[in-house]
């Protein structure tokens, strides 16, 4: 079963039209990705992670500037993060902006306070 999360937008093009801009930008969410999370365990999803993320970003953007802005990237990825936990009706990471290394994917069970991985 195919999921769409998105339409095509119109700056999309026909397919394979901006794969360099996409591959791009999922090698920046990688590294973004990897000095969030440096040595984690999860390391080998990580790729699968970013290129997910790109690709929701991709059907998100409204403009091609939308989606290749750096200043906005970070923001983005939060609010995709978030639509993704919610959708999965799961709590938000515990992982907070403020922490040097926060984890991707334990998460805490409100009622119990015990935390998942």
């Known amino acids: 079963m195919t999921v769409v999360i998105g339409k095509q937008q119109a700056w999309h093009g026909p397919r394979g039209s901006h794969i360099e801009?996409?591959?791009s930008t999922v090698r920046k969410i990688l590294t973004m990705l990897r000095e969030k999370h440096p040595g984690n365990d999860t390391e080998k999803r990580l790729p699968r992670i970013a290129k997910s993320l790109e690709y929701r970003l991709y059907l998100k953007a409204e403009t091609k500037a939308q989606y290749t802005n750096p200043q906005t990237l970070k923001k983005r990825l939060r609010m995709?993060?978030?639509?993704?936990y919610a959708s999965a009706g799961q709590p938000l990471p515990i992982a907070c902006d403020?922490?040097?290394n926060p984890t991707l994917i334990q998460t805490e069970d409100e009622e119990t306070g015990t935390v998942r991985g």
């Not at 995709?80 to 993704?84: A, H, L, P, S």
């Open 80 to 84: 995709i993060v978030r639509e993704v």
């Open 98 to 100: 403020d922490e040097p």
């Open 21 to 23: 801009l996409r591959r």
